[in-house]
């Protein structure tokens, strides 16, 4: 009941009520896990605490936290015991979800790991559950909630440090290609390349890069790159004055039949190129990512490829907004965004 009344300890996530505390007098054990799992940076200088979330996520990145650069910064100990305690209203009674114990050393470097994974543009800012809960719900249901298997299999994927239940990332692309009238955003972005990665790097396979990856010829992220290049190419022959995208049409079918979709994609651009003044940039960038799967675009993409297709598009829709896009880099012929 101490525990419940205090806010530094408590996380609320739909009907489970999350309490978290360190065998410790000291609050900074609490604090930064707050701070990395929760995104409440509650009892520390904020300042200080982005300052030191993004040195562990640089850490966990390399694979290892550094102790004693935060023992020496506020007194902790790795080996205190830290647990977390997940309850749920039952009728009468309260229900336990979950009981996990760790080393806080264990606990931090876990956490921080997820968060890393979870990082698809560079910005070190953790992400709290309540957005990841957010991309996992249907946006026109009001009170839409996560399921609670994904719920306890994600909270112990993260604890622990292993894989995500294979549901977290068959609901992200699923809400993906439900929404597909709405931008993609680097938090539901994130979880697919955090789904995947950990599934690469236990598979020994090469990890999903955090911006663009020109050299990239895997045949689903081709695909999302050409995807996104042709959107962007519509809205620029309109002025962007479009009502829809053929994102909104065309997104959910691109994505698992690329075969099917993308001829009659072309053909749509050529209609787009016709109308644009100088139409140099988009030619060359198509020819470009075309010509990294020789044109031969997929009969059907499963669900990991899928994933990677959504990674593409995110990544290419980023570059055009936030830096300049290199064509034909064998002849180093940098155009910038479009224009």
Known sequence: NYLLGSKSNVLILDDVTIIFWAMSPKKEYVDIVSSLFSGNPTGMDEEQTQNMLGKMMEDAREGNIIYDRISSENGIDENVDFYFLGLKPNSSRIAVKFFYKRRFGEILQNIAQHQNDLQIITDKSPVPLWKIKSELVSPHVKGDKMSPAIETKLIESILYGIPYPDALLQTAIMRSRIDADKAMNNVRAGIIKACLNRQFRRNGKEEITLALDLNNTTPAYVCGRLFATLEKLQSAASGGKLN?????????????????????????????????????????????????????????????EQGMFMIGYYHQMEAFYTKRVTVNSDESDNIAKGE
């Open 244 to 304: 829809r995208t053929i994102k909104s049409t065309y997104f959910a079918s691109a994505a698992s039949k690329p075969a099917m979709v993308f001829p009659k994609l072309l053909k749509l651009a050529q209609n787009h190129l016709d109308k644009l003044d100088s139409p140099v940039f988009y030619n060359k960038l198509i020819q470009e990512i075309v010509g990294k799967i020789n044109g031969e675009f997929p009969e059907t993409l499963l669900l990991n």
